[in-house]
């Protein structure tokens, strides 16, 4: 999902799916950081939003170890939120 959303943003403008890279990173960088910060969704999942970008990302803290399960735009069906196509 990253590489699409990365694609597609560099058709509408070059450099903003950088821009985009660039916010996820800083994203896994905090949840590094604090793994525990942000909040549950359900079953164990945390979901943590991208700066700037209609995006979160879902994960899960398995025995210290930061499981990233998808990166979900916004906008989709929440039902759909835990599949990673």
């Known amino acids: 999902m990253a590489k699409d ?5 560099e058709i509408q403008l070059e ?3 950088e821009s985009f890279l660039d916010e996820l990173e800083a994203g896994y ?8 910060f942000y909040s549950f969704i ?7 939003p ?5 995006y979160v990302v879902i994960y899960e803290i398995i025995d210290k ?10 906008s989709r069906n929440p039902e759909n939120r835990l599949i990673d196509d």
């Open 5 to 9: 959303a990365y694609d597609w943003y």
């Open 15 to 17: 450099g903003l799916g």
């Open 29 to 36: 960088r905090k949840v590094l950081a604090n793994p525990t």
């Open 42 to 48: 359900e079953n164990g999942y945390r979901r943590l």
């Open 50 to 54: 991208i700066n700037r970008f209609p």
């Open 65 to 74: 170890t930061i499981v990233v399960f998808a990166i979900f735009h916004t």
